[in-house]
Structures are given as structure tokens and as C-alpha cells.
């Protein structure tokens, strides 16, 4: 194609949703979509298959499980509103609250409808980058161990804790020592745990048989309880690139920039937000003053729209592909139309080898964000 496109592989996607549910049945939990990082909803007939239900985090989000997967949602938001909760209430079969104040306003619109969960903070997490860390000190998410009363209000039902970030089982592990430190007092009154997202267990080197042993230990002392995770990476982890061309080259001091057809602010803002440097297909990443590099430049008039820096075996060329590897999760989620930059399509690359266009956009699309 000569547009900008994300192209997901189903092949690529069944892999990864085959390993989720084999460890969900090896070790009796639900593993549940977490749409914050994948909410492409015509790839849902295929997720119907392996799992049974997503986490939504909004009005928007919990709509989307009921009316397009067809299934009421594990739902948590930082703050509910008036004018919202008992539509998100209607989507969802869970509701967890993130402060002791939203469960005092609300929860009587809220009991006997879904079962209610509270948020809570072991104060413990491994996540570096502190943009995506919860639990670093000052946070706005959940409630700290001290803060809760002896025993627990009767109609809240379990505990939600999200500590992670694309980790692997052992930090996982590690964390469960704080989370019981903290709470296993509490956990007698409670009939499941959420142990959110952030378990990478899709990624090559992740020890799934360590999560699987963990899962069951768990289980073993606190058989009462029903464990829920909610990832959302996992899912869509190396399931298809995004296809971009070079539309110019520039130079300055030295410095020489291909300017893209795509955007990291529209199109890959965790490239920027991270940082992370996404791997390019046929390049590799070098130090900005090595001999032959290029900065990769975004066509937004944002002036920091670019990342330093790559290296081809080749010379670019005007109008040739640059292909950005794993683009599926955190980017067709969070994309936006700054600048009316032309948007990416969605593409599917079938079992067959077809390639299904999902979905184009235009102007109509820009405009109607205005109206």
C-alpha cells in the first residue's frame, strides 16, 4: 500500500491468545483484555474463542465489551461521575473504586448490580520509568494498607492492585510478597483478586512456567479467592508493524532526517512519552553522529516529532517503506489527528496470506473529532 498502515497478523495474534488461555486453564485463573492497550474491535470474533470478558476503564471502554464483545466488563476508573456511573454500571460485571471516598458515594448505585472491588496500594512496584509506575510515592491510584478499616465494608467483594509493566513472572513473584505483607489480613473477606496487568507472558523470554507455579501457590492459601489479570501488551505483542514511507529527506548541521508519512506524537507517542526506540526493519539504531545515520522525522509540526537514530545498508529513498516492528499495542489506542496528519489505516494480514483493509480514513474522520 502507499498509505500508512497498521497491519495486525492473525496468525501472530492466535498465537499469543493460545498461550493466555493455556495458562489460564493450567492455573484456574481468568485472563481478561485489558482495552488501554488493544480495543480493535473487529478482531474480537477471534478473542471470543479464548477468552471471556476485558477490563474497561471508562463509559466508552466498558460500552465497548458489553455491545461489541458481548460481554459485561471488569471495570476500574480513577474517579467515577455522577453522570456516568450507572451507565458503567449497566456494561459492567465488576466495578472496582480507587479511593474509600468514590465507594462511599457511589456504591449504593452500585451493589447488587456488579460486584464491587477496591483499588489498593502495596507501595511496591518495579516499573522504573516513573510515568508508568502506580505505586511510586505521591500516587494517585489505590489505597494504601493503613488507610483501610479492620474489617472491610460487607459488600465489597475484592481487592484490585496493578503494579506492573511489561514484567516478567519473577517480578511478579516478588511483588506478591509485599501484596500479602500488606493485605493478607483483609483477604479472608473477599471472594476474588485482580492482579492487573503488566504480565508479559507472550514475550519470548518470559518464564510462563514460573507465572503458572505462582498462580497455583496462590490458589493453595488462598483457595477461596478468584484470581483475575487483566494484561494488555500480552495480547498484542508482536502481532504486526506499522508500515510508513519516506515522503522527504532534509539535512542540516550534519544531520540528516527522513520524514515520514506517519508520526511518533500521532501515531507512536509512547516513542516519545518512554522513550523507547522501536526496532526498524533492515536497520539498526546507532548514536546520532554515526556515518550514514538518519533521523527518523514525523510530518507534524510538533519540532521534537523525530528519534535519533538509524542506520540502513542502503541510502533511503524517496518513497520507499520504513517498517516499525511491533506497533499493535499502546498505539492504535492512543492515536490522535494532531496537525490533521493522515491517519494510518488497519489492516489484517489473514492465516491465507490476504491482506483485509479494516478500516481507511480521511477528512471526515478529522472533522467529525471537531463536531
Not at 192 to 213: F, P
Not at 306 to 317: I, V
Request: hydrophobic content about 40%; some cysteine; proline content about 4%.
Amino acid at each position: 500500500m502507499s498509505t500508512p498502515i497498521y497491519i495486525i497478523e492473525e496468525q501472530k495474534l492466535r498465537r499469543n491468545l493460545s498461550l493466555i488461555a493455556d495458562v489460564a486453564k493450567r492455573a484456574d485463573v481468568e485472563i481478561i483484555l485489558a482495552f488501554k492497550a488493544f480495543a480493535l474491535w473487529k478482531t474480537f470474533p477471534i478473542f471470543r474463542k479464548y477468552i471471556k470478558s476485558t477490563t474497561a476503564s471508562s463509559l466508552s471502554e466498558a460500552r465497548l465489551a458489553l455491545e461489541e464483545f458481548g460481554a459485561k466488563a471488569h471495570t476500574f476508573s480513577p474517579a467515577y461521575t455522577d453522570d456516568e456511573i450507572d451507565e458503567i454500571v449497566a456494561c459492567s460485571s465488576h466495578l472496582t473504586f480507587n479511593s474509600l471516598s468514590q465507594y462511599k458515594r457511589f456504591h449504593d448505585r452500585v451493589v447488587g448490580r456488579a460486584s464491587i472491588g477496591l483499588r489498593v496500594n502495596p507501595e511496591y512496584s518495579e516499573v522504573e520509568t516513573l510515568l508508568y509506575n502506580p505505586c511510586a510515592p505521591g500516587t494517585r491510584f489505590g489505597v494504601s494498607a493503613d488507610k483501610l478499616p479492620e474489617q472491610l465494608p460487607a459488600d465489597i467483594e475484592g481487592f484490585h492492585c496493578h503494579c506492573h509493566c511489561e514484567s516478567g513472572a519473577d517480578v511478579l513473584q516478588r511483588t506478591l510478597v509485599h501484596i500479602e505483607e500488606k493485605f493478607a489480613k483483609w483477604l479472608p473477606q473477599l471472594k476474588w483478586l485482580n492482579l492487573g496487568g503488566g504480565h508479559l507472558m507472550t514475550r519470548k523470554d518470559y518464564d510462563v512456567e514460573l507465572l503458572v507455579s505462582i498462580l497455583k501457590g496462590l490458589h493453595e492459601r488462598y483457595p477461596w479467592l478468584k484470581i483475575v489479570l487483566e494484561p494488555g501488551s500480552a495480547f498484542a505483542w508482536q502481532t504486526g508493524p506499522l508500515v510508513a514511507h519516506v515522503v522527504d529527506i532534509v539535512e542540516d548541521k550534519g544531520i540528516h532526517t527522513a520524514i515520514l508519512d506517519v508520526s511518533f506524537t500521532c501515531h507512536m507517542p509512547d516513542c516519545l512519552e518512554m522513550p523507547y526506540f522501536p526496532e526498524v526493519r533492515g536497520a539498526r539504531h546507532v548514536d546520532s553522529d554515526a556515518e550514514g545515520a538518519y533521523r527518523l522525522g514525523g510530518n507534524s509540526c510538533l519540532s521534537g516529532d523525530f528519534m535519533s537514530a538509524w542506520q540502513f545498508d542502503h541510502e533511503l529513498q524517496i518513497g520507499e517503506e520504513v517498517v516499525f516492528e511491533d506497533m499493535i499495542h499502546y498505539t492504535t489506542v492512543k492515536t490522535t489527528m494532531f496537525n490533521g496528519i493522515s491517519h494510518p489505516a488497519l489492516g489484517m494480514l489473514r492465516a491465507d496470506g490476504t491482506l483485509e483493509i479494516l478500516r481507511k480514513f480521511g477528512y471526515e474522520d478529522y472533522r467529525n473529532r471537531m463536531d
